[in-house]
């Protein structure tokens, strides 16, 4: 089982750059770079928040589970 992230997919349908999201969140852009390649084992529920308010979007949109 696995959660997939869908950052990268969001980011292209919203034609928004990952410096762009950076700095709408607030959050580093190492750190997103992790998220969208799904290099991070864990994110916050306020950062996540953040992101979807961003982007417009739910959390099912970025998050994905795969069997």
């Known amino acids: 089982m696995a ?13 928004m750059p990952l410096n ?23 994110i916050r529920f306020s950062t996540l928040e953040k992101i979807c308010e961003v982007l417009d979007c739910q959390p099912g949109d970025i998050l994905e589970y795969e069997k």
Do not use: F, P, Q, Y
Request: charged share 35%; glycine share 6%.
């Open 3 to 15: 959660i997939i992230i869908r950052l990268d997919r969001v980011l292209a349908d919203r034609k």
């Open 20 to 42: 762009e999201l950076s700095e709408k969140v607030g959050v580093s852009l190492a750190n997103l770079s992790n998220l969208k390649t799904g290099k991070v084992r864990a």
